[in-house]
């Protein structure tokens, strides 16, 4: 069990009233129900500080940017379909991003060449120069918020947090017992 009145980080968490979802947690609670909720709240602590910046620095919201950055890893475009699946969002989510995109001039649509049915989506190069400035002040801003971890830490971190994914993957019924 960890206790939390001998954490330091607990204790400046709790006197800045930012404690988030570890305020969930009790004393007698399980360690490992702590560390989800610990979890939990830095992901969306993280996820609030970048909304928060692309929002003030580039007017722009996060699921645009997370639009536009799988949309420049894919110099020939995606169709939308494909997109859909890499956000994990709604075809319905996808449609009225592009539309909204390529009014701006950010994103360009046409044709699937082998699907009559499908559009391939591409950043215009409006849109790459306009993603390049943003991806480059939002590495900086993950540099500056992982800046008091030595680099062995977020390694181990990295690979613990790997580890933790493939247990919770091979643990995740299938689709046939869930029918």
Known sequence: MIDSTNDPSHAALSDAEELGHEARARHDDHVVLKLWLRMLA????????????????????????????????????????????????????????????????????????????????????????????????????ILEMFSGLDTKTVRQLYAQLGQLRVLVMRNEPSAEENA
């Open 42 to 141: 830095s992901t969306t602590q993280i996820e609030a500080e970048i909304r928060k910046r692309l929002r003030e620095r580039f007017d722009i919201t996060l699921a645009r940017f997370d639009y536009m950055a799988q949309l420049y890893r894919y110099r020939e475009g995606l169709k939308m379909r494909v997109l859909s699946r890499y956000l994990m969002v709604t075809g319905g989510n996808v449609t009225g991003l592009t539309d909204e995109l390529e009014r701006e001039g950010f994103v360009s649509r046409t044709p699937s060449p082998d699907d009559r049915r499908a559009w391939i989506v591409s950043l215009t190069a409006k849109g790459r120069r306009s993603f390049e400035a943003m991806a480059k002040e939002h590495e900086q801003w």
